[in-house]
Structures are given as C-alpha cells and as structure tokens.
C-alpha cells in the first residue's frame, strides 16, 4: 500500500504528507509564530520556523548592544509574525517589529480593559500632537492631552517613560489614543481630596495669588487653589480685582465654604474686617443728610457711598423735583460728592435707600413762599394743550393757565390762539399744591371780574363799540380795556323804528348807547338793547315835558327832551 502511495499519490495524500512533515502546527498568515536562529548572516538573522524555507530579519529588529553587535546568536528561539509563507522568491516573509507591534497590541487590550494605565515614551511630534511609543504600539496624543494646563516646550517630556490612559484603541485600523492629562488629573484629584480633607470653613490661612480674572482672584493655599471672589475681597466696592491685588501677593484669607462633591473652596478677605453694616441703622438715622460719593450709575438710579463697605441707592425717582423721566447720568456723574437724606434703612437686606432731591428745597414750597395766592408772575409759555396753556416759572417749574382762565368773555380755545410758544405772558397766582407740585394760575384774573358786584345792573345805560357786523347783529364791546364785555345786539333790538333796525347802517369802531337788558352771572352773559334804551328815554321825556292829553305833539316833547340834553351836555 506505501508503495502505491509512493507512485500514484493524490491531492489529499499531498496534504496528508505536508501536515506530517509540519508536525500539525498552524501556520496561518497574519499571526505570530516560533522560529529558530539558524544562523547570523551580516545583518541579517536566518529564522527557521518550520516551513520549506527560512525567513531573514534585520538583526537591528531584534536589538543591539552598546558595541553595534546583534543580541541574538544562532540556536535562540525567537517569536516573529508571519506575513507570508512564500513570497516570489521561495522564502517566508517574516517580522520581528511586527511580532512585538502584535505583543503589544494583545498586552494593551488587556490594560485598557482593566482602565490601567500603561508606559510609554513622547518620541515625536505630528500634526494636532505627538506620537508615543508603548513598547511595541504606536499612539497618538493629542496637544490638548499633555497636561493640565496648555504646556509651551515639550522638550523635557520627550523620550522619558512615563505613564499614559488609553482613552480609545481600534485594533482594525491600528489607532490608540492617550492622555497625559487624564494620569496628572487623577493625581491631582487625589492629593487635592487629601488637602481638602485638612481643611474646615471659619479657617484662616495664608496663600499666594496665582492668578486674577475678571470675577476674581485664585489663591493658592500650598498645593490646592481656592477662589477668592471679587465680592469678598472687601466691603466697599470693587470694579476689578487688580484694585485690591497683584501676582504674587501674599494674603490672609479666611476658608468661606468647602464643598464637598466639587471640592472647590471658596476664600474671603472681608470677612476678617469688621463688618461696616452693624449698627447702621444708628448710624444713619431716617431723615437725616449725609455727604457721600457716587459709586456707581445705573437705569434705575446711582449708588452713594456712605463710608467704606455702605452704600445706598438713589433712586431715579428720587433725584430731582423737576427732571422727570430722565436717565441718572444726566443728573449725577461718577466719583461725584452729593448731599442725600436717609429715606429708609433694611439692615437685613443691607440696604439703604437715600434721596437726592431732599437734600434741596422744596422748588414748590420755595415758589409758594416767593410768590403768594394772588401775586403776579411772569413767563413763558413752554407748551399749548388742549386744556392749557404751561408757563415756564423759577428753578425749572410749571404753572398752567386752563382753558377758562385766559379771558373772561372769549371761548377757551378762541382766547388760546392767541398765544403760542415762545410768548411772554404776566399771569396771577390762584393755587399752589406741593404734594401734588401743581401751580394754577390765571391770565383774565390780572384785569379782575368784570361782572363782580353789581357794576352792571338792568336798565343801566353803558357806551358800546361795535368790533363786528353779521347779518342778524352787531357785535359790541364795552367796559374796561383790562376786563372788556362783549355782547351782541340782535337785529331787532337796533332801533324802535322797524325801517333803522339795519345792521348795515353802522361800522367797525362806531359808538352807541344802549340799555341792560338782562344781566345772567352764571352764563357770563350780558344783553343789550338800542330799541329799550330809546322806549325809555321817550317815557321820560313824556312824564317830563307833557303827555298826549296836553295837547303837545310826540315831535314837540321830544325835540325839548333833546335840548334840554343838549344843554347839559
């Protein structure tokens, strides 16, 4: 049977013969296998590894030793990776570098699994970081990863062993991440909790300023940092912590709070200073005026500094008597001393609200003693409003002369277009209310009441000029130039005789006489009448020169009537 396998072998007697002479072992591409050095050929190692041919390596793979020499001799078994069994030249194409690249990767699957750190050396930069050698593998570390704080000159951290966390590894595609950072942020976080475990709230210690920010100062207290914010640094106000502290400062500041979870410490320097606050209630009684500087402006008012560490609020409300609606700026300006009254005062809320204007007197109390109820002022009109009209008075006051204070006769809104902005007026005091800071005046006032009193009475005689002609009357004005009446003359009333009562037969600026026909106060209104006037005066002449009966004509009492006026005249 051996002899017919020897003469007519078979594929799978083929196969059967190659496991044979391979002893059964695996030798698939792609993995690590044992060889033997079978010999040193110049710089190259021969590997036997148990296949029809042998495989060379550059002995500089397997290391050399101070004098150049190769570490391996023939006869040492070795471990290397078997890319190919043959390759076109009939030999096995074999890797120490790979073998140990393999070792590695296996060896850091392991550690990164466990979350342990691993050894490895910076050996070289690349873009966005450094390359590091973990005894075989290769890993990226990124710039961001080399240290807690951003690091200017690696040159000290390259080449030296140090450890390393794996944050990701994807065997496939031969990438490994690190971080330096992750390895000092543990460290860090351990001595940090053990120095935080030696310190309690209400301590004082001493440290030195690392560094300043906008909102503040970081101290460092020997080993951990603590945040001395900008708020506890003193009682008065601070606009940037520069003011209080420097670099490199040395200062005594007391442990505020240690919380726990986050292990941040706040400090506080205020704290070992009397707090300005106690008694001041005593100190700034309600009503009284201090003398303090503007600390501060805002929307809604400015801050006075009372003392070091005390300020009050000057509400916008409460700056000036007269400027309303106006931002504080315009009033006040920055590092500015101002008298202000204390106006109220919450030592638990530490807050003191302080006034401005009452500091300064009452601008309508000072106007009402100046200028009494019934005094004339004078000034310009500043606005025209449908009910009014406003005059500029002292220290940057109005009074309003309303609708039915311009003129005794005209309509209100007739009399106000006569005036306009700009003008100079003279008006009379009628009212003054501080609470509400409301000055009345009135401009017909200054001439007095025209119809006050019994001046005019029915039946009573009075001189007219006639200012207008309309088709149904004439438009009269009698009485004093300051206080003028008018009234109007209906048609009907021109004359006795039907054919003279033609409003035609008179013009602008003639006078006449004419009775009181009614006088009706509460209307303001006065009615006249020639015709009355005319029946009147022919009743007297009657009762006094004779009547009908006597047997003197209408012409001939009149005509004496008239002479004997004459005559008087």
Do not use: C
């Amino acid at each position: 049977m051996a002899d017919d396998l020897s003469m007519n072998p078979t594929r799978d007697d083929f196969a059967a013969l190659l496991d044979e002479s391979m002893g059964g072992r695996d030798f698939a591409e792609g993995t690590v296998v044992k060889g033997r050095v079978s010999a040193i050929e110049k710089d190259f190692a021969i590997i036997d590894v148990g296949l029809k041919t042998e495989g060379r390596i550059p002995v500089k793979e397997f290391g050399v030793d101070e004098n150049g020499k190769a570490t391996i001799k023939a006869g040492d078994t070795v471990e290397v990776f078997l890319e190919r069994v043959e390759n076109a030249m009939g030999e096995a194409v074999i890797s120490r570098d790979k073998a140990r690249r393999e070792e590695a990767w296996t060896r850091l699957e392991g550690v990164f699994a466990k979350n342990e750190p691993v050894l490895g050396a910076i050996v070289g930069r690349v873009k966005g970081g450094f390359t590091v050698d973990l005894g075989g593998a290769s890993a990226f570390l990124p710039g961001s990863q080399v240290d807690i704080r951003p690091v200017r000159d690696v040159g000290p951290l390259m080449g030296r062993e140090q450890p390393f966390a794996i944050l990701k590894m994807d065997r496939p595609r031969g990438n490994i991440v690190v971080s330096r950072r992750a390895i000092l942020e543990e460290a860090r976080a351990e001595q940090r909790t053990e120095l935080v475990s030696q310190l309690q709230e209400g301590e004082v210690r001493e440290g030195v300023v690392k560094n300043i920010t906008d909102y503040g100062a970081f101290v460092d207290l020997g080993g951990i940092d603590g945040l001395l914010h900008v708020t506890d640094m003193s009682w008065k106000r601070v606009s940037h912590p520069s003011q209080v502290l420097a670099v490199g400062d040395t200062v005594k500041v007391q442990i505020v709070k240690i919380n726990p979870d986050t292990q941040r410490i706040s400090l506080g320097m205020k704290q070992l200073q009397s707090d300005p606050w106690d008694g001041v209630e005593a100190k700034y009684p309600v009503g009284a005026k201090f003398t303090g500087r503007i600390t501060n402006i805002t929307d809604y008012g400015a801050f006075v500094e009372l003392e070091p560490g005390v300020e009050g609020l000057v509400h916008v409300s409460e700056m000036s008597w007269t400027k309303k609606n106006v931002h504080p700026g315009k009033i006040v300006s920055t590092s500015q001393e101002v008298d202000v009254v204390v106006l109220d005062v919450d030592a638990s809320k530490r807050r003191v609200s302080l006034g401005l204007k009452q500091a300064m007197q009452n601008p309508w109390e000072q106007f009402l003693e100046q200028h009494p109820i019934g005094s004339s002022v004078e000034g310009e009109v500043k606005n025209a409003t449908e009910f009014g009209l406003f005059i500029g008075l002292d220290n940057d006051i109005d009074g309003m002369v309303h609708l039915s204070d311009i003129d005794w006769n005209t309509p209100g809104e007739e009399a106000m277009a006569r005036y306009k902005k700009g003008d100079v007026v003279k008006a009379r005091v009628l009212d003054v209310d501080v609470e509400k800071e409301r000055i009345s005046l009135g401009i017909k006032q200054l001439g007095g009441d025209p119809l006050a009193g019994d001046v005019y009475r029915k039946g009573q005689t009075v001189t007219v000029q006639v200012t207008e002609i309309t088709s149904g009357g004439i438009e009269v004005r009698f009485g004093e130039d300051e206080a003028p009446i008018t009234a109007f003359i209906r048609k009907s009333d021109l004359s006795r005789d039907r054919s003279e009562q033609r409003p035609e037969r008179f013009a602008v600026g003639d006078r006449l006489d004419a009775q009181i026909t009614n006088v009706d106060k509460a209307a303001r209104r006065v009615s006249l009448s020639v015709k009355a006037l005319e029946m009147a005066e022919e009743k007297e002449a009657i009762e006094q020169f004779g009547s009908s009966d006597s047997g003197a004509s209408l012409g001939d009492i009149l005509g004496a009537a008239l002479r004997e006026k004459a005559s008087k005249e």
